[in-house]
């Protein structure tokens, strides 16, 4: 059966290619990319729409655009923050620590993405398998924690698991066909990970369009028992 699905933060490097791949590889319906920036024009298979996650009357105004009888097989959310040209940037040590450079990374990694569940989860289709999956990161795992560091980005991540099982644990009352996850992309190719590019072994970097299939591999193979859980590009759980 084909597939309605919404992709938010489809200007980045992982939700660009997460469309490019569901466009070209599975039978879509009809895509509806969120963004700050338009970048593509609507076609009878794409509907691009304005969304600013740091402001809860931005994705409130953006769900207006959704016509009334749409429901969603897959709700995407690939936004993200870990630095920008400014004043964000990972903190190496706890002297680093800055309440507004910790308020905006906790405000667009784990704010933003519970308030896109509490306007889209209505969205999702409630009789056959609908999913609705954030990009997080191996990085908020707390029992993985061995180097210490990056304290807001961590902790904005490890939030965000957070809310994604609470996510499952509530809407299992209302629709248990719901799956929530969060996945983990590999190191990938994008602005957000360039800095630190140079640490990472050149097999390990994927390309956008690699970790895309991946994760669209790990969603197709998700069922009731995953919900609330965190996975790697590759399928494999990665503990709190
Ligand atoms: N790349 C990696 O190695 C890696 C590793 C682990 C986890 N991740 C996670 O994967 C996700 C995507 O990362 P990426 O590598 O694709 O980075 P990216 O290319 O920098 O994409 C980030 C996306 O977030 C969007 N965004 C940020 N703030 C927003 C806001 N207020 N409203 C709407 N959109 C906003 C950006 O939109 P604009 O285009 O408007 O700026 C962009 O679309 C992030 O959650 C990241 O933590 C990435």
């Known amino acids: 059966m084909k597939k309605t699905i919404a992709i938010i933060g489809s200007s980045g490097a992982i939700g660009n290619s997460i469309c490019e791949v569901l466009l070209s590889e599975y039978p879509i319906k009809k895509l509806y990319k969120f963004s700050r920036k338009i970048l593509s024009k609507d076609t009878d298979k794409i509907k691009n729409i304005v969304i600013d996650i740091e402001d809860e009357n931005s994705i409130k105004e953006s769900v207006k655009h959704i016509p009334k009888d749409v429901k969603f097989d897959l709700i995407f959310v690939a936004t993200g923050l ?5 004043e964000i940037f990972p903190e190496k040590s706890i002297k680093d620590i800055n309440t507004d450079m910790f308020q905006k990374v906790l405000l667009v990694n784990a704010i ?42 961590r902790a904005s991540k490890a939030a965000l ?24 992309p590999g190191t990938v190719k994008s602005f957000l990970s360039k800095p630190f590019q140079k640490n990472v072994n050149k097999q390990t970097l994927f390309t956008p369009k690699y970790s895309a299939k991946k994760l669209l ?16 590009w590759n399928g494999e759980e990665i503990q709190p």
């Open 217 to 232: 591999k790990v969603i197709d193979s998700l069922d009731h028992e995953d919900s609330g859980k965190l996975f790697s």
């Open 112 to 153: 933003g993405p519970a308030l896109i569940g509490k306007y889209f989860i209505p969205l999702l289709k409630k009789d056959i398998k609908s999913v609705f999956a954030f990009l997080s990161a191996k990085i908020g795992s707390i029992s993985d924690n061995k180097i210490g560091g990056w304290y807001s980005y």
């Open 82 to 86: 870990l630095h920008n040209e400014n």
């Open 161 to 184: 698991n957070q809310i994604i099982k609470n996510f499952s644990i509530e809407i299992r009352r209302n629709n248990n066909n719901a799956i929530f996850v969060g996945l983990q």
